[in-house]
């Protein structure tokens, strides 16, 4: 024992780096936490073991699904959980001056290593109800860890939904960048945002920072003030370039580039199309491809789309084409995304067939401007060559839901289930230590995920259980299960001796969470009116839910 009257423990820190997010301390929780810790330590109950639940009440953006995410960075937080003197002083100097010295020994002393933390997998698929952490420990100890693990999973859960959401929309054919950055709430909500999308389907991210912490690809070519900054082509001073293969030079890339410009004037592609393009345009995408020959990718909408930045562009994709580059392709950010791509689309395979050039019909053609689902659905429906989405400002604000509505809820304390009721019924807790399993049905798809106390024996395949909605008596259903899966699993063992997860790289979270949107059923991931997924509880727990319910609810009387 230590001079707290607290078990040692073993190491907390468990090799696990720090948070992503140095703000990511401590302090970071409501006041109210220090002051119930206080209040614990005072009534010598801060020791208590107790079980807290994390959950959702309530899927985001109208739809019936949420994606899971920010788990690892909850056990980064935990792993290296510890206050500094400086931390512990600044608590001192903010609580009431009565509150006594040892309280804050006892702060010194908190480490985490007696905290056990069982989650589902980061990047499953999971629905309201549902605990996604169950966090076991001293009772003033988990008590601290609310804040920051709601803070840490609400925002990131949210973002990941919206980009499994996009990615839903868009198709799996269609490449996803994250291009919201500057419209996020901050840096934080930037940098969190960018790694979450990514997990939830995106294929990239214009955020350096981002794309240097956590290895997302980055993707990003040049924005309307680079080609509105350039003149003449008087600007560009070495206008040599080489050719792919090295074996010669061309010393004048910017007549090749007129050159070409005068001769697709009069093709039968562009014939009637133009009579000028903006030649400063011109002159900016010539530059820009003097600078980047093997990644030539044009925003073409600075000017007119059809009549200058589409055949400015195609004169310097086939300079680059004689001297053995190809050209990535072009980005629209404004106008008539469907009508612009599609025109677009038409006269790159024209080109393709009167020069014989097999690449050129293919090339990539990205739409951004302030996409969101909703663009995404009616591109869709309008029929677009888009090949690309940018997306920023609805996908990293979650511009359609604020939050997502993450609760932490105490269910057991000294091994007694504890429930929160409420007139509300949404709200009512589900008590006691429980463990999580999703049963698939014969075609392979998720049929119901049932929760159970913690000692009943699990669901077997091919057994005949009854599944109860938790609150609703009639709501009922029997399931034969072809496949049963365990949804908790140890992230942090404590001082236990169980069998830690470890963390897996993001790629493979991203992985998952793509396996995980496959498996569901069609008809849960519509946009308008998804079918909602059932989530329920087993006939053991149903009563038991019931029984401490009427023996918590106090009884009125009428006079």
């Not at 008590?143 to 996009?166: D, G, K, M, W, Y």
């Amino acid at each position: 024992m230590d001079e707290n009257g607290s078990k040692k423990k073993k190491n907390s820190g468990r090799g696990v780096s720090g948070p992503t997010n140095p703000m990511v301390t401590p302090l970071l929780t409501d006041h109210y936490q220090f002051t119930m810790a206080y209040a614990y330590w005072k009534a010598n109950k801060h020791q208590e073991r107790a079980v807290f639940d994390l959950y959702f009440r309530k899927n985001p953006f109208g739809g019936e699904y949420t994606v899971f995410a920010g788990l690892e960075e909850c056990v980064r937080f935990i792993s290296n959980y510890k206050l500094s003197e400086d931390e512990i002083h600044f608590i001192k100097q903010n609580l009431p001056a009565s509150c006594e010295d040892g309280f804050f020994d006892y702060l010194r002393g908190i480490d985490c290593s007696d905290v056990e933390v069982y989650a589902i997998p980061e990047g499953t698929v999971v629905f309201p109800k549902v605990p996604l952490l169950r966090i076991e420990g001293p009772v003033a100890v988990v008590q601290l860890l609310e804040t920051p693990f709601v803070n840490l999973i609400n925002f990131a859960s949210l973002v990941t939904t919206n980009a499994a959401r996009h990615r839903f929309v868009a198709g799996k054919s269609k490449t996803l960048l994250e291009f919201g950055l500057r419209r996020a709430q901050g840096p934080d909500g930037g940098v969190s945002a960018s790694k979450y999308c990514y997990i939830g389907g995106f294929d990239a991210t214009s955020n350096v920072a981002a794309g240097r912490l956590f290895g997302i690809p980055l993707r990003g070519t040049h924005s309307h003030a680079f080609v509105s900054s350039y003149m003449s082509f008087d600007e560009i001073a070495d206008k040599a370039l080489r050719t792919k293969d090295g074996s010669s030079t061309c010393e004048d890339f910017v007549s090749l580039v007129q050159k070409w410009l005068n001769k697709i004037k009069w093709s039968n592609s562009f014939r009637g199309i133009f009579s000028e393009t903006n030649q400063s345009e011109l002159a900016a995408f010539t530059s820009y491809a003097l600078a980047f020959p093997d990644n030539f990718l044009a925003l073409v909408d600075t000017y007119d789309v059809i009549r200058s930045g589409i055949p400015n562009f195609c004169a310097v994709a086939l300079a680059l084409s004689d001297l053995g580059y190809k050209a990535v392709g072009i980005r629209l950010d404004s106008g008539d995304l469907a009508y612009l791509s599609c025109e677009t689309r038409k006269l790159f395979c024209s080109i393709e067939k009167e020069y014989e050039l097999s690449y050129f019909g293919k090339m990539s053609i990205t739409a951004s401007n302030d996409l969101n689902e909703e663009t995404l659905d009616a591109l869709n429906k309008q029929g677009h060559e888009v090949d690309a989405y940018g997306i920023g400002t609805y996908l990293v604000t979650c511009y359609a839901q604020a939050a997502l509505g993450v609760v932490f809820k105490l269910v057991e304390i000294n091994n007694q289930p504890r429930i929160k009721l409420s007139e509300d019924v949404s709200k009512v807790s589900i008590p006691c230590k429980k463990r999580i399993y999703r049963l698939y049905g014969k075609e392979t798809y998720p049929l119901v995920d049932i929760i159970t106390g913690e000692n009943e024996p699990p669901p077997k395949v091919g057994e005949r259980i009854l599944c109860r909605h938790p609150f609703q008596e009639s709501k009922r259903a029997y399931v034969v299960p072809q496949h049963v899966e365990e949804l908790l699993r140890c992230y942090c063992a404590g001082s236990s001796d169980k069998k830690q997860e470890t963390l897996p790289p993001l790629k493979d979270i991203r992985d998952r969470c793509i396996k995980q949107l496959e498996q569901m059923r069609r008809d849960h991931m519509r946009r308008l009116n998804p079918t909602p997924y059932k989530v329920s509880v087993s006939a053991k727990l149903y009563d038991f839910i019931h029984f401490l319910w009427l023996n918590e609810a106090p009884v009125g009387e009428l006079q």
